[in-house]
Antibody, heavy 123, light 107 residues
Framework: EVQLLESGGGLVQPGGSLRLSCAAS????????MSWVRQAPGKGLEWVSS????????YYADSVKGRFTVSRDNSRDTLFLQMNSLRAEDTAVYYC????????????????WGLGTLVTVSS | EIVLRQSPATLSLSPGERATLSCRAS??????LAWYQQKPGQAPRLLIY???NRATGIPAKFSGSGSGTDFTLTISSLEPEDSAVYYC?????????FGGGTRVEIK
């Protein structure tokens, strides 16, 4: 059974940093691209970042480019999102999501999702 | 950036009725469109990918159609558990984008 478990969320001041993790199990993690998608309270879904199965190819939304970094450790079946220079508008539940393919060059869809971790940016 | 517009914003129907949800793209996404269902307090669930393919374990009452810029998600014979927000998402171009969602309410 595919499971994705996010952690690392919490309350942080504007300008601060957080590192989110997503522990994967139930599938061959290194064979699949992964993504982060967020949802502000009461709002819709917003794609944040995607990474190929190898970790060599990454994409970012303009709203986070230069501030967030996606990475993965295939030896630990874990996806990361390093978030720096956080702003109030980054407040959201952050979901990690699996793609059914290895590469990302044809875009991503999300066949499995974690339960999400809440990031609150506030002073 | 490809903008996806979903309509209506809210759909209120009775059990047994058919729901028709629309997703319109600002430019062609070919067939690279997916639909997700999200119930309150839960993560989204993939229903349809590449416009018309049901995801694993999704019942046949969910069907998708369309290509280019106009897409439809149809839910035949609504049940109370279909009450949710439904989102479309395109993977034709980066950045990936989602529609604003359609809330389906069961009377």
């Amino acid at each position: 059974e595919v499971q994705l478990l996010e952690s690392g969320g919490g309350l942080v001041q504007p300008g601060g940093s957080l590192r989110l993790s997503c522990a994967a199990s139930g599938f061959a993690f290194n064979n699949y691209a992964m993504s982060w998608v967020r949802q502000a309270p009461g709002k819709g879904l917003e794609w944040v970042s995607s990474i190929s199965g190898s970790g060599l190819t990454t994409y970012y939304a303009d709203s986070v480019k230069g501030r967030f970094t996606v990475s993965r450790d295939n030896s630990r079946d874990t996806l990361f999102l390093q978030m720096n220079s956080l702003r109030a508008e980054d407040t959201a539940v952050y979901y990690c999501a699996k793609d059914p393919r290895y590469e990302v060059k044809y875009g991503c869809r999300f066949d499995y999702w974690g339960l999400g971790t809440l990031v609150t940016v506030s002073s | 950036e490809i903008v996806l517009r979903q309509s209506p914003a809210t759909l209120s129907l009775s059990p047994g009725e058919r729901a028709t949800l629309s997703c319109r793209a600002s430019q062609s996404v070919a067939s690279y469109l997916a639909w997700y269902q999200q119930k309150p307090g839960q993560a989204p669930r993939l229903l349809i990918y590449d416009a018309s393919n049901r995801a694993t374990g999704i019942p046949a009452k969910f069907s998708g159609s369309g290509s280019g810029t106009d897409f439809t998600l149809t839910i035949s014979s609504l049940e109370p558990e279909d009450s949710a927000v439904y989102y479309c998402q395109q993977r034709r171009n980066w950045p990936l984008t989602f529609g604003g969602g359609t809330r389906v309410e069961i009377k």
